[in-house]
């Protein structure tokens, strides 16, 4: 962004002081974290009153500042623009650059693989134009602007990933956002009490297609049941489905864990055989909306293969980590449900990467007054794995832990309310370089933590 102060005080119909001469580069809502040329958005909540940060903000390079019309004393020699609303005025600001923007824009929702699928797409077109993507949680009806108001000029791809925890909110980003593309990666369990059911979370994904330009093109998870409606009620948006089902518009067919990631084969639009820097076949078909994306902007099977064996993925998301003695931890700890909990101990299951193999599993939260049973659920399937060791962490583990002895469970078995030592201390007694260890739960529970006591020194593969 390069814009004059005065212009974007003209935007949003306002008006200011000391504003001639400034040049404005981006947003921020952080005073601790500002850039030189950021316009710093000051809110006033219950326990913090960030005007009192304006000062501290431009010390720190900030160029000017917004400054709500009730709140007293305004510094005279600063620049600023007076506003009823920070967050609304940042939102309209957003919006009306967004308006001068010439980039094509990809919207990215879904209950789980969004960050996953925003980093592959935006892997795979970065070595051929000049992309930008969200970064982090950037996903909400704060995030999303600052990320456009971070674009430059002359970006030619924007990847936003848009997030949600209930109805209206994607559809706010979407129309904020206006995409050319958008791509909706599966309906699962996360704000299952905000929503209340699947059936409403896949109605409130789908509204992303509500700010998509004419001419847009859809993307989805064909394998999806619960967005079949809504995509049997679309008109006049191109439709892509991607998936395991052959059906799809890309299925993929053989999928190998090798060393470094995931070799695998698509059929349907383009036949070819691809390699991914990360695992699980649930990643794989995250890759599937990024070989249909690029290959709908003109980029060969060539071009995609070599960009997407380059790939790099935010961290926590299947991510190989080797320790000092040689476990393989795959670290999946960024976020936790039922359905992405599925996938990753399809793969634990599946792989012969290491004989011996071990999961770590945190709290599902945010799954309603059926969490018990969502966590209950799952002690048939890991009976049925063959694993050295069940670990299980937080208060809602204890009833699958429960469940796992009703079982007769055979393996080590494990369960820590709120003490990751009991857990490490298995791992580190008998984990070896024969071991991969699955570390799967939800944010609140920072499990990351506990990895860094059992790895020692690390390297990522």
Not at 353 to 382: C, P
């Amino acid at each position: 962004m390069k814009q004059k102060l005065t212009d974007i005080a003209a935007w949003i119909q306002a008006k200011g002081q000391q504003m001639d001469g400034i040049i404005v580069h981006g947003a921020s809502i952080d005073s601790r974290t500002v850039k030189e040329g950021d316009l710093f958005i000051p809110f006033r909540g219950e326990q913090v009153n960030g005007h009192k940060y304006v000062e501290q903000a431009i010390e720190e390079g900030a160029v000017a500042s917004l400054w709500m019309k009730d709140e007293p004393n305004p510094p005279v020699h600063l620049p600023l623009i007076f506003v009823d609303d920070p967050e609304l005025a940042l939102q309209e600001i957003a919006r009306t650059y967004r308006g001068i923007l010439d980039c094509k824009v990809i919207g990215i929702t879904g209950s789980n693989g969004k960050t996953s699928t925003k980093d592959l797409i935006a892997s795979v077109l970065s070595p051929y134009y000049k992309v930008r993507k969200t970064v982090g949680n950037y996903n909400n009806e704060l995030g999303l602007p600052l990320t456009i108001l971070s674009l430059d000029e002359d970006t030619e791809f924007a990847v936003l990933e848009m997030g949600m925890s209930n109805f209206g909110e994607i559809s706010f980003l979407s129309k904020l956002a206006r995409p050319h593309y958008v791509v909706i990666t599966n309906i699962g369990e996360a704000h299952l009490q905000d929503l209340g059911s699947r059936e409403g979370i896949a109605k409130a994904k789908f509204e992303i297609v509500d700010g998509l330009v004419p001419g847009g093109k859809l993307f989805y998870d064909g394998d999806e049941i619960l967005l079949k409606e809504f995509i049997s009620q679309t008109t006049g948006i191109e439709l892509f489905s991607f998936g395991k089902d052959d059906k799809n518009a890309l299925c993929y067919q053989f999928v190998q864990s090798v060393e470094n990631g995931s070799l695998f084969t698509t059929a349907g639009i383009l036949e070819n055989e691809f390699m991914i820097p990360v695992y699980g076949s649930h990643q794989v078909k995250n890759t599937l909306a990024a070989i249909l994306l690029a290959d709908q902007i003109g980029l060969s099977a060539e071009d995609i293969q070599k960009a997407l064996s380059k790939a790099t993925l935010t961290d926590m998301r299947m991510q190989p980590l080797l320790s000092e003695n040689g476990v393989l931890f795959i670290n999946d700890a960024y976020n936790s449900a039922p359905t992405s909990l599925n996938a990753a101990l399809n793969f634990i299951s599946e792989t012969e990467l290491r004989s011996k193999k071990w999961v770590i599993l945190g709290d599902m939260l945010e799954l309603g007054e059926n969490e018990q049973t969502y966590h209950e659920s799952f002690a048939g399937k890991l009976m049925a794995m063959n694993l050295e060791g069940v670990l299980l962490y937080g208060t809602l583990m204890e009833s699958l832990y429960n469940e796992l002895q009703k079982c007769g469970a055979k393996m080590n078995l494990v369960w820590s309310k709120d003490n990751f030592e009991p857990i490490t201390d298995v791992i580190h007694k008998y984990a070896d370089e024969k071991s991969v260890v699955l570390l799967k739960g939800s944010r609140g529970l920072e499990l990351e933590n506990m990895l860094g006591i059992m790895m020692g020194k690390v390297d990522k593969i």
